[in-house]
């Protein structure tokens, strides 16, 4: 049975993911959900054998085959000091192939990173290493300076590390006014599929799904940072679209999206956390509240963010998503004082 190229390549595309994620026999799982013979799976699974994109296992085992790319810039030798030049020697000709629109993301999330180590870092050593298989390319780049947690708390005189990764969060957060707006990291994290920062033993994550994480690692690091991005091949995210979501007409970056399940272990009660939530978010001309995960707030907490908060800056729209009912009780208490 012959079909269109799109069917085809949706069937391998599938095949692949399936591959990806170790399962066994993928081809009957593939002959299910696309309703074809399992002869026609395992000719294109023998296709993509002999093109070195998948090898054999074992009996109904396969995995994707990558190849892996290592660089190494010293400043003894003046190599940390241009992001554009760092990058054509190392992730650009891996990507030539790949479409227009995954070639630009990656450019930009590339060179804000390693522009944060050449400006920020104070790094005598960074590392780059490309990985890519047929459906994905991940990068990590990392470097021995300060780590990127350390230096926030200590610029902006935080009481913890935790605080200071609550602040990459918000974006809009640099050390350095002059020369930085303090975005790169924001969007690079909502541009690949999956982020993640290493430091100071604490990992700030996110995913595709804007699913974020604050994670404790024992004795993870021993100084600097390291950085992981990966992105699919085949994505149909567009650059202009993840900025247009946080911009307004005129291209200011004047939304953000605050996670509070990734802030509190428990849920938020006080006025003073509540203050902790809103430090710097007076850039902003509107924020979102992601209550996931939060069973409940205290009086204090919902009465500082949408009575006070919301009376002192009236022109900050703030929306509430994902509210359980006990929240939305609180909420709806707070706002109807408010109105009273």
């Known amino acids: 049975m012959r079909f269109s190229s799109e069917k085809k390549r949706s069937i391998i595309l599938y095949l692949l993911e399936k591959i990806e994620q170790r399962v066994e026999n993928p081809s009957k799982i593939v002959s299910e959900a696309f309703n074809v013979n399992r002869n026609t799976v395992h000719t294109y699974i023998n296709q993509l054998v002999e093109e070195n994109i998948i090898r054999r296992q074992k009996r109904g085992i396969y995995e994707l085959v990558d190849n892996s790319f290592d660089y190494i810039f010293l400043k003894s030798k003046n190599e940390i000091k241009n992001e554009t030049q760092i990058y054509n020697k190392t992730l650009k000709e891996h990507i030539e192939d790949l479409p227009q629109n995954v070639k630009e993301i990656w450019e930009y999330a590339f060179s804000e990173m390693v522009n944060n180590v050449i400006d920020h870092s104070d790094s005598k050593k960074l590392f780059i290493s490309v990985k890519k298989d047929y459906l994905k390319t991940m990068v990590f780049i990392s470097d021995d300076g300060v780590g990127i947690f350390e230096k926030i708390k200590k610029h902006f005189s935080l009481a913890s590390l935790d605080d200071a990764i609550c602040e990459l969060f918000k974006g809009k957060l640099t050390t350095d006014k002059e ?112 209550f996931s995960g939060i069973a409940w707030m205290g009086q204090g907490f919902a009465h500082q963010i949408f009575v006070l908060f919301k009376n002192q800056k009236p022109n900050i729209k703030i929306t509430p998503v994902n509210m359980n009912e006990d929240v939305t009780k609180m909420y709806n208490h707070v706002i109807n004082t408010r109105q009273d």
Request: no cysteine.
């Open 179 to 290: 020369n930085h707006s303090g975005e790169g990291i924001f969007f690079t994290s909502r541009l690949m599929d999956d982020f993640a920062i290493f430091s100071s033993d604490k990992i700030f994550a996110i995913d595709k799904f804007d699913t974020s994480n604050i994670i404790n690692v024992f004795k993870a690091s021993e100084g600097g940072t390291f950085v992981v991005m990966k992105l699919s091949n085949y994505t149909h995210k567009k650059s202009k679209e993840v900025f247009d979501k946080y911009s307004d007409a005129y291209g200011g970056f004047t939304k953000t999206t605050i996670p509070l399940k990734n802030i509190f272990d428990a849920s938020p009660v006080s006025r003073s956390q509540a203050k902790r939530v809103l430090n710097s978010l007076d850039k902003f001309e509107e924020i979102v509240l992601d």
